[in-house]
Nanobody, 128 residues
Framework: QVQLVESGGGLVQAGGSLRLSCAASGRTFSRYAMGWFRQAPGKEREFVAAISWSDGTPYYADSVKGRFTISRDNAKNTVYLQMNSLKPEDTAVYYC?????????????????????WGQGTQVTVSS
């Protein structure tokens, strides 16, 4: 199992930016694709972005495409989510997650069940 700890959430005005970080420990980080999900109050958790284990190929939900950027630093065992042009509808608890299976990348086919390790979440609140 991998342990994941998110940080970087907070309160920001609409149009602003935040960068979330997710520090991993416990297994070889570089072998696993990583993802970000979010859950707004009263809603189900939804996929935000994923990044491959190999060459950093990203995939984004349509709702964040062009505004969010996922990246990873394997030397630091950390995955990032740069969020720009934030909107009130981006308000949610953001979670990072690690793929269950090493050396796999599902891109647009990822589902929540593909991820086996989850962080505790970090709150992002965007005010209008």
């Amino acid at each position: 199992q991998v342990q994941l700890v998110e940080s970087g959430g907070g309160l920001v005005q609409a149009g602003g930016s935040l960068r979330l970080s997710c520090a991993a420990s416990g297994r070889t980080f570089s072998r696993y694709a990583m993802g970000w999900f979010r859950q707004a109050p009263g809603k189900e958790r939804e996929f935000v972005a994923a990044i491959s284990w190999s060459d950093g190929t990203p995939y984004y939900a349509d709702s964040v495409k062009g505004r969010f950027t996922i990246s990873r630093d394997n030397a630091k065992n950390t995955v990032y989510l740069q969020m720009n042009s934030l909107k009130p509808e981006d308000t949610a608890v953001y979670y990072c997650a690690a793929d269950l299976i090493a050396y796999r990348y599902r891109g647009s086919n990822y589902q929540e069940a593909d991820f086996g390790s989850w962080g505790q979440g970090t709150q992002v609140t965007v005010s209008s």
